[in-house]
């Protein structure tokens, strides 16, 4: 999706006024990006006609920089489909709140309700997490593993006592949960490969036992065409308040992000982006839009090196990006490619999924980077490409050597993985999180 968007709106960047052929041509290729993308037909149909009816219309008509217009246009259609606002959990009145998980076996659902307790942990709240998948023969050791990770307490049936019906074991856990004073409820729910009958059945009547204040449908991201029909099937079976995507640290590109959310016209609330219970952040549809959008922008930021310093260097970047080989003394190259080329927030600013990070990019401190060189230099060109030899005692050296705390070489090496860690991302082809800047 990202790549052949991103091209095509770069090429219409470049134009003054739009003909209807420039549309036409545009749209075109949104729609092939689109269905490359795995986003369902009906989906695609219904974005590209709204794109283009706007497209021809008098704001693009009347604007400074058409082109610019018709990226907006279609940057704020996206944000349109994936919901607008960014959709928080909603909380019972009296406690306890009851969030139910459904989708399909594999999905990410246990992981999830580990990644949900110890979210809502981190709010004060005391979770208490109820394994219904009695389906699978270690569906519920499963769910104690990822409770005990997550620091959570689990209520699961008692072997041999009622073992077997999930309903009732849900039932009981939110008479437990209200007993123990648990604030929140999460019902992990059984599973199948494929939609059945059965399992829907199952489902929607936990629900009905329990009456959640959410049902969050996981899904997983990568799972293309088949989400349209997947989370149809499961918005008549069980139906559902919200979404949980989950892998979007695979190949995954928002197709099925935008199939979900605009078929079901249920809210993204969740993206789950690893096997870490750390790895999930709240759905912003904003973010992800112009993550979709802002993808292609790596090239730009490439092309722009081009021009600051010379050709070999920034070839040497693009295959640093390439083979995922990505050391402190590139890093240190970076940072000294950025100085020469001025500003440094506005090549951050070009940097994928950075859109929305402004006014962090204003809170950076361009001095950072003499200090990150003064530490970088301090160290052997062993340790630049191995940081993993930095032990106490090299970093305490490295420290003395560049005037720095210890802590500022700790911090270094922290936002030297991050940096790592996104460059990876790019060069799988995939969108990094939050480059090396700190939390959101
Ligand atoms: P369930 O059957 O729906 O309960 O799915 P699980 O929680 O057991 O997850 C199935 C597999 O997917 C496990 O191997 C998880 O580690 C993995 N998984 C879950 N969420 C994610 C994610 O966001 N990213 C990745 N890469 N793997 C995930
Ligand atoms: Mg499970």
Redesign the pocket.
């Known amino acids: 999706l990202s790549d052949r968007l991103t091209e095509t709106l770069r090429n219409l960047r470049t134009k003054g006024k739009l003909t209807a052929a420039d549309v036409d041509g545009t749209v075109r290729e949104i729609r092939r990006a689109l269905l490359d993308a795995d986003v369902a037909l009906p989906v695609v149909k219904e974005f590209t006609a709204k794109v283009r009816e706007r497209a021809l219309g008098d704001e693009v008509n009347r604007a400074l920089n058409p082109a610019q217009q018709v990226v907006q246009i279609v940057n704020d259609e996206l944000v349109g489909i994936l919901g607008g606002q960014q959709r928080r959990l909603q909380m019972a009145k009296t406690a306890p709140t009851v969030i139910m998980?459904a989708?399909?076996?594999?999905?990410?659902?246990?992981?999830?309700?580990g990644k949900l307790a110890k979210m809502l942990e981190k709010d004060g709240h005391t979770p208490l997490l109820v394994a219904c998948?009695l389906q699978?023969p270690n569906?519920v050791n499963?769910l104690q593993v990822?409770a005990e990770r997550a620091g959570a307490a689990v209520y699961a049936p008692e072997p041999g006592n009622g073992v077997g019906d999930p309903v009732r074991v849900a039932r009981d856990g939110v008479e437990v949960a209200r007993r123990q004073q648990h604030d929140v409820v999460i019902i992990?729910t059984a599973?199948r490969l494929g939609v059945d009958a059965e399992l829907m059945k199952q489902a929607s009547d936990i629900r009905r036992a329990t009456d959640p204040d959410e049902v969050l449908f996981?899904i997983?991201a990568m799972i293309g065409q088949d989400a349209v029909n997947t989370a149809k099937a499961f918005q008549d079976g069980v139906d559902f308040t919200g979404v949980v995507l989950?892998?979007?640290?695979?190949d995954a590109r928002g197709g099925a992000a935008l199939s979900v959310a605009s078929v079901t016209g249920r809210p993204i609330i969740f993206a789950?982006?690893?096997?870490g219970l750390e790895?999930?952040e709240a759905f912003h549809p904003d973010r992800m839009a112009s993550r979709i959008l802002d993808l292609g922008d790596i090239l730009t930021l490439i092309e722009q090196a081009q021009q600051a310093f010379d050709e070999a260097e920034a070839m040497k970047v693009a295959e640093k990006l390439a083979t995922e080989q990505f050391t402190l003394e590139d890093f240190l190259e970076q940072m000294q490619q950025l100085k020469k080329m001025g500003s440094m927030k506005k090549m951050l600013g070009m940097l994928p999924g950075m859109g929305s990070m402004k006014q962090q990019l204003e809170d950076f401190d361009e001095r950072e980077i003499d200090r990150t060189e003064a530490i970088i230099r301090s160290m052997t060109p062993g340790e630049r490409r191995n940081p993993k030899v930095l032990n106490g005692s090299r970093r305490l050296r490295i420290a003395r050597g560049s005037g720095m705390t210890v802590t500022d070489v700790n911090q270094l090496v922290q936002r030297f993985d991050q940096a790592a860690k996104m460059m990876k991302t790019v060069a799988r082809g995939g969108v990094p999180s939050i480059p090396g800047m700190g939390p959101v």
């Open positions: 998980l989708g399909l076996q594999g999905s990410g659902k246990t992981t999830f309700a998948d699978r569906a499963q990822v992990d599973g996981v997983d989950s892998k979007l640290d695979g789950s982006t690893g096997e790895d999930v």
